[in-house]
């Protein structure tokens, strides 16, 4: 079946680096993917929408100069966190909408970020 | 029983019982509605869906109700098994938003015990 592949699953930093987190659809094409941000014992949060070949489209209070998301092709979309510091430790998660295939919506299965 | 404090609401039940999660969602613009299962560091799964136009769907040992009245849906397991423990979320999409963009529920820790 359809997979979303989330890489790394697991990110140790130390304060003031960045990183990457990369989500890539696998067997099928994404023109939209998604972004959210879990903190322990509490829901998904929407951070944006990440549309291929445009700029994404951010959630109120995300701020999009912290976390860069780019979608250079229908398959892949990368979240940068800029400059983490310890309150960026989160678990990221990443969904993709497939336009090829019957079933349309599919989620990766998250990095875990700890910025020291 | 069922718990609700500071922290993620809680559910216990033995194995075999039935198994009912509650979520209210927050937009009457929603027309879509989800029910995910998410194990410990691990992405959401999806469980089953419904329209707004249903009040009801069922999927093999899951039935989904929706009261868009009150603006509750709910996720019944039956015999549910020590495999159904994890957490619980309902997520809702707006109207006229496309299907990916989802908004969460608080979300429930299923706990079975044998």
């Known amino acids: 079946g359809a997979v979303v ?27 939209t993917m998604f972004w959210y941000r879990q903190f322990p014992k509490q829901s998904l949060m929407l951070m944006a929408t990440s549309n291929e070949g445009s700029k994404a489209t951010y959630e109120q209070g995300v701020e999009k100069d912290k976390f860069l998301i780019n ?7 990368t979240l940068t966190v800029t400059s983490a510091h310890p309150e960026d430790s989160s678990f990221y998660i990443c969904s993709a909408e497939s336009i090829t295939t019957n079933e ?5 299965s998250g990095t875990q970020l700890s910025v020291l | 029983g069922e718990s609700v404090g500071l922290h993620l609401p809680t559910l216990s039940v033995q194995e075999g019982d039935n198994s009912i999660i509650n979520c209210a969602y927050s937009n009457s613009a929603s027309d879509y509605f ?9 992405g959401p799964q999806f469980i089953i869906d419904i329209r707004s136009n249903m009040d009801k769907r ?14 509750h849906l709910s996720l019944q397991i039956a015999a549910t098994q020590p495999g159904d ?5 309902c997520a809702e999409n707006w109207r006229g938003s496309t299907l990916g963009r989802l908004y969460f529920g608080r979300g429930t820790q299923l706990t079975v015990w044998p």
């Open chain 1, 5 to 31: 592949s989330q890489h790394p699953s697991r990110v140790i930093c130390k304060s003031g680096t960045s990183v990457k987190i990369e989500c890539r659809s696998l067997d099928f094409q994404a023109t």
């Open chain 1, 71 to 77: 979608h250079a092709s229908l398959t892949l979309s």
């Open chain 1, 104 to 108: 349309k919506l599919f989620f990766g």
């Open chain 2, 34 to 42: 989800i029910w995910y299962k998410q194990e410990s560091g691990k």
């Open chain 2, 58 to 71: 069922q999927g093999q040992r899951v039935t989904v109700l929706l009261n868009k009245t009150v603006k």
């Open chain 2, 85 to 89: 423990s994890a957490v619980y979320f």
